[in-house]
Each structure stands twice: as structure tokens, then as C-alpha cells.
């Protein structure tokens, strides 16, 4: 059974960085893209950054340039590092990969961007 568990959510003032990581397991990790997706309060669930079995990144236009998705794949672990945290990057930020045609979600770890 596929389980994501991140971590490293926290409270952390605008211009700073955290670093979100998602832990796989009872999935074979290194062949499927990991994705990461936030959901504001009162917003829809969108993704922000995508890495692929092969490394390649996307991100979304907001993101760009400040956040950095990368993994490593002896620990079955995808990260996030987030610098440069505005207001608007507050929300519950969520682990997900898509195995056998089902799409599999974290718990989620809050972030909370304050002035």
C-alpha cells in the first residue's frame, strides 16, 4: 500500500525558506513522478511542483525561480525547498504520486507565511 507522509511544515516569516519532504513507501519510488500540490484556505487544490522519474522539474508560474522540488531516490524521499515565502504561499501543502492509474495523497503539512 502506497503511503506519503511529508513533514517540515511550520510558521515562517515573508522573504524566509523551509524545506517540506515526503517520505514513499510500498511503492518502487524511482520510476514515478512526484508531485506536490497546496490547497489555501477557501481555494481549490493546485499543484505546484512536479519532478519525474528522470529528474525533469515543472513548476507552476507562481513558484518559479523560488521553489525548488528535487529527490532522493536511496531515501524514497521528494523535497521541497521554498525560498523567498510570500503571504500567498500559505496553505497545507500535500505529497502525491499517481501509481497504476490511482493518485495517492500525504496527509499534508501546514505552512504558514506570516508579515
Known amino acids: 500500500q502506497v503511503q506519503l507522509v511529508e513533514s517540515g511544515g511550520g510558521l515562517v516569516q515573508a522573504g524566509g525558506s523551509l524545506r517540506l519532504s515526503c517520505a514513499a513507501s510500498?511503492?518502487?519510488?524511482?520510476?514515478?513522478?512526484m508531485d506536490w500540490y497546496r490547497q489555501a484556505p477557501g481555494k481549490q487544490r493546485e499543484m505546484v511542483a512536479r519532478i519525474t522519474s528522470g529528474g525533469s522539474t515543472n513548476y507552476a508560474d507562481s513558484v518559479k525561480g523560488r521553489f525548488t522540488i528535487s529527490r532522493d531516490n536511496a531515501k524514497n524521499t521528494v523535497y521541497l525547498q521554498m525560498d523567498t515565502l510570500k503571504l500567498e504561499d500559505t496553505a497545507v501543502y500535500y505529497c502525491?504520486?499517481?501509481?497504476?492509474?490511482?493518485?495517492?495523497w500525504g496527509e499534508g503539512t501546514l505552512v504558514t507565511v506570516s508579515s
Open positions: 510500498g511503492m518502487m519510488f524511482r520510476f514515478y513522478s
Open positions: 502525491s504520486a499517481l501509481v497504476s492509474g490511482m493518485r495517492y
